[in-house]
């Protein structure tokens, strides 16, 4: 599995935009990059997966520059429910991968008022 | 639809003891993945169950054993409990679509004394 690097900590304040961009430059040509998000004592949940380009769902907008070494994800207009940790994993898809996620120290995400 | 499930939330030991958590997958999820976070970690793989056999291992001991049962829930095993093996564990499931999307439980929270 690919190893990623994000960021340790970002702050931010409530209505901005927060961008955490993961570096993933072993990534494979079959690799996915998926980004979960975990408050504090639960599991994490997943935000959003892509493979190339951009992919933008209800809640975060995934960028995938050409040689995907890299990904950003990007918080719209961040809460105070926003503040949690994020996490960047590469991975290939088949029942012997997805499963087996290698997650890194994540990035912390403060938004204050 | 009831999500991931996982129990006992939360547990003290004693070292040398042995620990069962139990996991129901989300409804129509047929592969499990048990996941520790040590505090203030990621979370990392121990090992994943499809057809009631495991197919993928972590780096971990084998003191952590599991089994996956007809029903698809699952069951974590902790021997000879270290101090070191105080920990949120996590379960993890996922169907049959070939995405990253992981769906997990709350934990357990294991305290070793």
């Known amino acids: 599995l690919a190893k990623t690097t994000q960021p340790i900590s970002m702050d931010s304040y409530e209505g901005q935009e927060v961008n955490i961009t993961c570096s993933h430059n072993n990534i494979a040509t079959n690799d996915y990059i998926t980004w979960y998000q975990q408050f504090p004592s639960q599991g994490p949940r997943f935000i959003i997966q892509g493979y190339k380009t951009k992919v933008t769902n209800e809640v975060a907008s995934l960028f995938i520059p050409a040689d995907r070494k890299s990904s950003t994800l990007s918080l719209p207009r961040v809460s105070l429910s926003d503040t949690a940790v994020y996490y960047c994993l590469v991975g290939s898809g088949g029942t012997d991968s997805w499963g087996k996620f290698q997650f890194g120290a994540g990035t912390q995400v403060v938004v204050t008022p | 639809d009831a999500g991931v499930t996982q129990s006992p939330t939360h547990l003290i030991k004693t070292r040398g003891q042995q620990v069962t958590l139990r996991c129901s997958p989300k409804?129509?999820?047929?592969?499990v993945s048990w996941y520790q976070q040590a505090l203030g970690q990621g979370p990392q793989f121990i090992f994943q169950?499809?057809?009631?056999?495991?197919?993928q291992r972590g780096n971990f001991p084998d003191r952590f054993s599991g089994h996956q049962f007809p029903n698809y829930s699952s069951e974590l095993n902790v021997n000879a409990l270290l101090l070191g093996d105080s920990a949120l564990y996590l379960c993890?499931?996922?169907?049959?679509?070939?995405?990253?999307?992981?769906?997990f439980g709350e934990g357990s929270r294991l305290t070793v004394l």
């Open positions: 409804s129509g999820h047929d592969t």
């Open positions: 993890a499931s996922r169907g049959a679509s070939n995405t990253g999307e992981l769906f």
């Open positions: 169950y499809y057809e009631e056999e495991e197919r």
